[in-house]
C-alpha cells in the first residue's frame, strides 16, 4: 500500500461501475488508505464542510446524521450508507436529537498516477445498508491484516464491499424485504417508551404480528446485527445521553434503564463506548 497522502491537486476521472471495479480487482491502480473505517461514537460529531481527494464511504450503525451536498440536505437514519465520490464537497454531523450517533467511515483513493479514479454519481446513498457492515468490517481486517497477500485481499475486500453497494444503488428491488424507515422509527419509539423492561426479540416481533424467527432474519438484514445487540445498544445510547444532558448518578441511570447491577451497565458501557460512564460524562 502505498504511503498515505493528501495532494489535493489530483485530476478526477469517471468510469462506469464496472469498469471502476475492474480496474481495482486487476491491480491497475494503486490503493491509498487514508482513514480505516472503525466505529466512532461522538456526542457532537461534525464533519466538514470538506473536499478531499479520496473516496469517503458513511455507514450509520446508531443514532441519526444529517448530511449535506451543496444546497441540499438529507437525514440519514441508522442503517444508511453514503459514498462521497473524491472532488465532492460534503458535511456530516449528529443531529442534537438523536445523540450520540455510532458512525462507521472507510476513506481509500483508487489512484493511476496522479488521477483519482471514480464511479460516475457524485453520492451514492444506500438507505437499507446495515447488511453492508460486516462487509465493512471484513474491509478493515483486510487493511490491518498482515499477510503475503495482504494487497490482493484488501483490493478483495474492497471491491466486494463497493459493488454491492453499487448494485443496490442501481436496483430498486435490492431494498425488499427489510424494515421501511417508519418501521424503524417505531421501532426506536417502543424500546425508548419500554426501556425499563426486559425486552425481547419475541416483544418486537409482536408489535409487527411477526413470528419470531422472520422477525429476527430481517432485523439482521435491517440493522446488520441481532435483536438483542440492537436493544442493549439502544438502552446504552439512552444512558449516554442522560450522563451528558443529566447529573444524575450513574447508579440512577443506571436503574432507569431497567439495570439491576450497575456493575452490568457499566460493564457494557465501556465495550461499547470504550470508557467508563463517568469518563464519558468528563469528557462533554
Same mark, same amino acid.
Given at each position: 500500500?502505498?504511503?498515505?497522502?493528501?495532494?489535493?491537486?489530483?485530476?478526477?476521472?469517471?468510469?462506469?461501475?464496472?469498469?471502476?471495479?475492474?480496474?481495482?480487482?486487476?491491480?491497475?491502480?494503486?490503493?491509498?488508505?487514508?482513514?480505516?473505517?472503525?466505529?466512532?461514537?461522538?456526542?457532537?460529531?461534525?464533519?466538514?464542510?470538506? +473536499?478531499?481527494?479520496?473516496?469517503?464511504?458513511?455507514?450509520?450503525?446508531?443514532?441519526?446524521?444529517?448530511?449535506?451536498?451543496?444546497?441540499?440536505?438529507?437525514?440519514?437514519?441508522?442503517?444508511?450508507?453514503?459514498?462521497?465520490?473524491?472532488?465532492?464537497?460534503?458535511?456530516?454531523?449528529?443531529?442534537?436529537? !438523536?445523540?450520540? +450517533?455510532?458512525?462507521?467511515?472507510?476513506?481509500?483513493?483508487?489512484?493511476?498516477?496522479?488521477?483519482?479514479?471514480?464511479?460516475?454519481?457524485?453520492?451514492?446513498?444506500?438507505?437499507?445498508?446495515?447488511?453492508?457492515?460486516?462487509?465493512?468490517?471484513?474491509?478493515?481486517?483486510?487493511?490491518?491484516?498482515?499477510?503475503?497477500?495482504?494487497?490482493?485481499?484488501?483490493?478483495?475486500?474492497?471491491?466486494?464491499?463497493?459493488?454491492?453497494?453499487?448494485?443496490?444503488?442501481?436496483?430498486?428491488?435490492?431494498?425488499?424485504?427489510?424494515?421501511?424507515?417508519?418501521?424503524?422509527?417505531?421501532?426506536?419509539?417502543?424500546?425508548?417508551?419500554?426501556?425499563?423492561?426486559?425486552?425481547?426479540?419475541?416483544?418486537?416481533?409482536?408489535?409487527?404480528?411477526?413470528?419470531?424467527?422472520?422477525?429476527?432474519?430481517?432485523?439482521?438484514?435491517?440493522?446488520?446485527?441481532?435483536?438483542?445487540?440492537?436493544? !442493549?445498544?439502544?438502552?446504552?445510547?439512552?444512558?449516554?445521553?442522560?450522563?451528558?444532558?443529566?447529573?444524575?448518578?450513574?447508579?440512577?441511570?443506571?436503574?432507569?434503564?431497567?439495570?439491576?447491577?450497575?456493575?452490568?451497565?457499566?460493564?457494557?458501557?465501556?465495550?461499547?463506548?470504550?470508557?467508563?460512564?463517568?469518563?464519558?460524562?468528563?469528557?462533554?
Amino acid at each position: 500500500m502505498a504511503k498515505q497522502r493528501w495532494r489535493q491537486n489530483w485530476t478526477y476521472r469517471a468510469l462506469a461501475d464496472e469498469a471502476w471495479l475492474e480496474t481495482l480487482l486487476r491491480g491497475e491502480c494503486e490503493i491509498d488508505i487514508v482513514v480505516c473505517g472503525r466505529p466512532v461514537f461522538a456526542n457532537a460529531f461534525h464533519y466538514g464542510p470538506r +473536499t478531499i481527494a479520496s473516496h469517503i464511504l458513511w455507514l450509520v450503525n446508531g443514532g441519526t446524521c444529517e448530511f449535506r451536498i451543496g444546497s441540499a440536505r438529507r437525514r440519514l437514519e441508522p442503517g444508511s450508507l453514503v459514498w462521497v465520490m473524491p472532488g465532492v464537497e460534503h458535511e456530516v454531523y449528529a443531529t442534537r436529537d !438523536m445523540l450520540p +450517533t455510532d458512525v462507521c467511515n472507510l476513506n481509500f483513493a483508487v489512484m493511476q498516477r496522479d488521477t483519482a479514479l471514480r464511479v460516475s454519481d457524485d453520492v451514492i446513498q444506500v438507505e437499507e445498508a446495515s447488511r453492508f457492515r460486516s462487509q465493512a468490517i471484513l474491509a478493515v481486517h483486510e487493511i490491518h491484516a498482515a499477510s503475503a497477500y495482504r494487497e490482493q485481499s484488501m483490493r478483495g475486500a474492497l471491491a466486494v464491499l463497493c459493488g454491492n453497494v453499487l448494485a443496490a444503488w442501481r436496483s430498486p428491488g435490492s431494498n425488499r424485504h427489510v424494515f421501511s424507515v417508519a418501521q424503524r422509527k417505531r421501532l426506536v419509539q417502543w424500546v425508548q417508551k419500554n426501556i425499563r423492561a426486559h425486552v425481547s426479540s419475541a416483544d418486537l416481533a409482536k408489535q409487527f404480528g411477526l413470528t419470531q424467527d422472520y422477525f429476527s432474519r430481517v432485523f439482521r438484514r435491517t440493522f446488520g446485527m441481532a435483536p438483542r445487540e440492537w436493544i !442493549m445498544r439502544e438502552r446504552l445510547r439512552q444512558g449516554a445521553k442522560f450522563l451528558s444532558q443529566t447529573r444524575r448518578s450513574v447508579t440512577r441511570i443506571a436503574a432507569t434503564l431497567g439495570y439491576q447491577s450497575v456493575h452490568l451497565f457499566c460493564r457494557q458501557f465501556r465495550q461499547v463506548y470504550q470508557c467508563t460512564p463517568t469518563e464519558y460524562r468528563r469528557n462533554q
